[in-house]
């Protein structure tokens, strides 16, 4: 799992594409979630981050 990182919160994903503008997000059934431009993504984050170690990564 990954999480979309927007300077309004963040999004869980299980995989995720790049394309011209942004990124596609997409579930574990493999369905489109969201479309976050480029200029709105902070960070792509693997969901092992968060789980290692409770202190902030931002």
């Known amino acids: ?4 990182i927007l300077p309004e ?8 594409d790049h394309v011209d503008d942004g990124v596609e997000l997409y579930d574990e059934d493999d369905e489109f979630i969201a479309f976050v431009p480029y200029a709105n993504l902070h960070a792509l984050a693997d969901e092992g981050l968060y789980e290692e170690d409770e202190r902030s990564i931002m």
């Open 1 to 4: 799992m990954y999480r979309a």
């Open 9 to 16: 919160g963040q999004i869980q994903c299980e995989r995720y």
